[in-house]
């Protein structure tokens, strides 16, 4: 299947800062980028879903101001989590899905955030 | 709005033995996806296997085969001859698919099974 990528894989900040989590689709051009949270043993919880060159479409109760998303071009997306609380901390997924009468998504393999 | 529900928190098998998993979900919709996502302990999530709605047959893929009841709204997993590697939370997913053929939208989630596979 094709690869998507996430960078950082961890990332520990102090409250109060910003953080950046990119998202790549390595070998296919996405049309549609989706940001999931994670909690532990836990299902994936949609935060938002972004499609190249538009605004993204946040789910209810997820703050957009606080879950700025970008999808810039048809190969990146990037969630940035503004003035991080501990709250904050999980497990974030990003996916990828492209063009076609199928469009498979497919998953990013997670970015651990850790606010002190 | 569809809803995906997985009453198994928790499951055990026996290496080699068969174990199945369960789920049910809810929609009006006629024309949809139905997957199996597994994620192993590195948390990447991996596709497993996938279902059309207006197909008749079950799905499979090696060791992996579902039972699809559409009256019922029913999409279990079977997984046979386990093995320690399936060892993973598994997800129930759904998806529509529009009149035209293109499958759009979200994803909509289970609860998750996490299945452990004991030697």
Redesign the interface.
């Known amino acids: ?1 094709a690869v998507v990528s996430q960078h950082p894989s961890r990332v520990i900040c102090k409250s109060g800062t910003s953080v950046k989590i990119e998202c790549r689709s390595l070998d296919f051009q996405a049309t549609t980028m ?1 940001w999931y949270r ?1 909690f532990p ?4 919880m ?1 935060m938002a ?1 972004s499609n190249e060159g538009s605004k993204a479409t946040y789910e209810q109760g997820v703050e957009k101001d606080k879950f700025l998303i970008n999808h810039a071009s048809l190969t990146l997306s990037t969630l940035t989590v503004t003035s991080a609380h501990p709250e904050d901390s999980s ?1 974030y ?1 990003c ?1 990828a899905r492209a063009g ?6 497919f ?1 990013g ?2 970015t651990r955030l850790t606010v002190l | 709005a569809q809803t995906v529900t997985q009453s198994q928190p928790e499951m055990s098998v026996q290496e080699a033995e068969t174990v199945t998993l369960s789920c049910t979900y809810d929609t009006s919709e006629n024309n949809y996806y139905l997957f199996w996502y597994k994620q192993p302990p590195s948390r990447q999530m991996i596709l497993v296997i996938r279902q059309e709605a207006y197909k008749q047959q079950n799905a499979t893929e090696n060791r992996f085969s579902v039972n699809f009841q559409k009256a019922a709204k029913s999409f279990s997993l079977k997984i046979s001859d386990s093995q320690l590697g399936d060892t993973a939370m598994y997800f129930c997913a759904f998806r529509f698919l529009n009149a035209g053929g293109t499958s759009y939208g979200k994803l909509t989630f289970g609860q998750g099974t996490i299945l452990t596979v004991h030697p």
Do not use: V
């Open positions: 299947g989706f994670q043993k836990k299902s994936l949609l879903t497990f997924i996916s076609g009468s199928y469009n498979e998504q998953f393999p997670g």
